[in-house]
């Protein structure tokens, strides 16, 4: 009688077991980024990503919109849309309190999938649907 209990013992020791090692496949992100992009794949070359943080810090100058362009090796098995979701909102907080005017422009390398994330206070000059043709088209 002993014996049949010990599994049911066990369970919750193996499910800590493998919690743990899960969460340590996480990926580690700066925090909040001072610069418009961050490279972590090491994809793009220091030209473009120069060329590329000026832009950027000319459009949110201009237009109090912030956008970021995040590149990493591999999502490590989580879903694309809650972890650009996490980053954009939770982790970076893009765009200024209140009028939610982030985007966050997702590459995962060793997934191939990108994702770009729009703040609400954006989604009426940046749809969906002009989103997914963007990315369509030069991604």
Not at 55 to 78: D, F, N, P, R
Not at 91 to 113: A, I, P, T
């Amino acid at each position: 009688m002993r014996l049949k209990n010990r599994p049911l013992i066990l369970l919750p020791l193996i499910f800590f077991c493998l919690s743990a090692v899960i969460s340590s496949a996480e990926i580690t992100l700066p925090d909040k980024p001072f610069r418009h992009v961050v490279d972590l794949a090491g994809i793009i070359n220091d030209n473009v990503e120069s060329n590329l943080n000026r832009y950027l810090l000319e459009l949110e100058q201009k237009t109090t919109a912030q956008m970021v362009v995040l590149t990493i090796q591999s999502l490590e098995g989580e879903s694309l849309e809650d972890f650009s979701l996490q980053v954009a909102h939770d982790k970076w907080k893009l765009g200024q309190k209140g009028k939610d005017n982030g985007v966050l422009l997702l590459v995962s390398l060793q997934d191939r999938k990108y994702r770009l994330e729009i703040g609400y206070g954006l989604e009426g000059i940046l749809p969906d649907g002009l989103a997914g043709q963007i990315g369509r088209d030069y991604l």
